[in-house]
């Protein structure tokens, strides 16, 4: 991520393959992005036609994505533009072929959590080549098109906020196994806190929170 992210900071990201086009200038210093970074943002998925044609806008689930720097995240491009903007600013990238060649699956696992269905539903007993030939469809007639004929899309991404290592409590789902033992002892001891003031209902809250950690 890092030789594409200074290519794209250095304006020779046609290169790779990414084009930058900032339509709104953020605000701030630039974060360095280290791993744990948390970059938070609304984002649209445009196709290259000539009518632009729209697959995906996160502020139609109502929504922002939420994207931790370092967690493998089955879409590398979107670490490595996300990770050349700040805080306010709005930007368009067009991604070659080669960088969006997963973009179907990942968007098929959005879309499931955007109403609530498994994001792995259909993965989980085989990898996602051999559940697309199991299955021949993705459940989405575009993605599945998109899977049949990749080309380059054009992500526009809306920076809301973006948060340093440590400055956020990280979800259950996106902690290692070290990082829930950490967080569980002060997760108790809010609810600790919370029962000595008579909150009852928030430390049981708090509690529960601590248990429910180690059921993901």
């Known amino acids: 991520m890092a030789d594409d992210r200074a290519a794209l900071l250095s304006g020779v990201g046609r290169a790779i393959g990414l084009e930058k086009r900032?339509?709104?200038p953020g605000r701030g210093e630039l974060s360095d992005f280290r791993d744990g970074t948390k970059a938070t943002f609304?984002?649209?998925?445009?196709?290259?036609?000539?009518?632009?044609?729209?697959?995906?806008?996160?502020r139609t689930c109502g929504k922002p994505m939420e994207l931790i720097i370092g967690k493998k995240f089955k879409l590398p491009v979107w670490e490595t533009i996300v990770s050349t903007m700040r805080e306010g600013e709005q930007a368009e990238f067009l991604c070659d072929v080669k960088h969006v060649v997963?973009?179907?699956q990942v968007s098929k696992s959005l879309r499931n959590i955007a109403v609530g269905k498994d994001p792995l539903e259909g993965q989980r007993h085989c990898c996602g080549?051999?559940?697309?030939?199991?299955?021949?469809?993705?459940?989405?007639h575009d993605l599945d098109e998109l899977h049949k004929n990749p080309q380059p899309l054009v992500f526009q991404i809306d920076m809301l906020k973006v948060e340093e290592p440590g400055s956020y409590r990280q979800d259950p789902w996106a902690m290692t196994d070290e990082e829930k033992l950490q967080a569980v002892p002060l997760i108790h001891e809010e609810g600790n806190q919370l029962f000595k003031k008579g909150s009852i209902?928030?430390?049981?809250?708090?509690y529960y929170d601590a248990i429910a950690f180690f059921r993901h």
């Open 201 to 206: 209902q928030e430390a049981a809250a708090k």
């Open 42 to 58: 609304h984002y649209r998925t445009l196709k290259c036609d000539e009518d632009r044609t729209v697959v995906d806008d996160s």
């Open 22 to 24: 900032v339509l709104q």
């Open 102 to 104: 997963q973009y179907p």
């Open 129 to 140: 080549i051999a559940q697309m030939h199991e299955h021949h469809s993705l459940g989405y």
